[in-house]
């Protein structure tokens, strides 16, 4: 078993920047690959960003290339991913997701990640 809990959401003018953090515990001496999604109301839950289990490589939805990185302190058991660049469109509840099959790195699968956390709400105003 693996809890992950997210953390650093909140209220942001467009055009600024968050940091999310993710942090696991329980079963962390397995290698596992990491991932960020989110759902926004009435829309699926979609892909932002993964990295593998050594922190590279790592994968981008096209919306957020170039605006947000992801990233791992394996040392602390914690994901990360820095959203510069806010839009509106950004706004929505953001999961962290485990997947423990380090064969399959980068998966934009919500259906491939074996935990979940409880999500953090991102509210980016106009």
């Known amino acids: 078993q693996v809890q992950l809990v997210e953390s650093g959401g909140g209220l942001v003018q467009a055009g600024g920047s968050l940091r999310l953090s993710c942090a696991a515990s329980g079963r962390t001496s397995s290698s596992y690959n990491m991932g960020w999604f989110r759902q926004a109301p009435g829309k699926e839950r979609e892909f932002v960003a993964g990295a593998s289990w050594s922190g590279r490589p790592t994968y981008y939805a096209d919306s957020v290339k170039g605006r947000f990185t992801i990233s791992r302190d394996n040392a602390k058991n914690t994901v990360y991913l820095q959203m510069n660049s806010l839009k509106p469109e950004d706004s929505a509840v953001y999961y962290c997701?485990?997947?423990?099959?380090?064969?399959?790195?980068?998966?934009?699968?919500?259906?491939?990640?074996?935990?979940w956390g409880q999500g953090t709400q991102v509210t980016v105003s106009s």
């Open positions: 997701a485990a997947d423990f099959d380090v064969y399959r790195s980068g998966s934009t699968d919500r259906y491939d990640y074996d935990y």
